[in-house]
Nanobody, 122 residues
Framework: QLQLVESGGGLVQPGGSLRLSCAPSGFTLHYYAIAWFRQAPGKEREGVSCITSSASINYAGSVKGRFTISRDNAKNTVYLQMDSLKPEDTAIYYC????????????????WGQGTQVTVSS
């Protein structure tokens, strides 16, 4: 079964940092675009960041300058480094994969992880 596995979530104080990881089970990420989405309670899922197979990157305006997406093809893993975290970043974070290019619409993504909870609170 092909799926993604996220890790690295947790509880952090405002201003703190977390690094999320996304690793596949059953396939290699090398030829896929990988996106991070998040969903806060009572809100729709929203795109956070995406990296294409050729390492082109985009960010949502709300996280630009604070979050950094990267991929390590040798480790078959994509990371989301989250710095200067704010309470409004609290959400379940999901990674998702699709072929080559990034799309903002989450319906274009084929593979999904189960999500990891990020809570920013003092």
């Amino acid at each position: 079964q092909l799926q993604l596995v996220e890790s690295g979530g947790g509880l952090v104080q405002p201003g703190g940092s977390l690094r999320l990881s996304c690793a596949p089970s059953g396939f290699t990420l090398h030829y896929y675009a990988i996106a991070w989405f998040r969903q806060a309670p009572g809100k729709e899922r929203e795109g956070v960041s995406c990296i294409t197979s050729s390492a082109s990157i985009n960010y949502a305006g709300s996280v630009k300058g604070r979050f950094t997406i990267s991929r390590d093809n040798a480790k078959n893993t994509v990371y989301l480094q989250m710095d200067s975290l704010k309470p409004e970043d609290t959400a379940i974070y999901y990674c998702a994969a699709r072929g080559l290019k990034c799309y903002a619409d989450d319906s274009y993504y084929t593979y999904w992880g189960q999500g990891t909870q990020v809570t920013v609170s003092s």
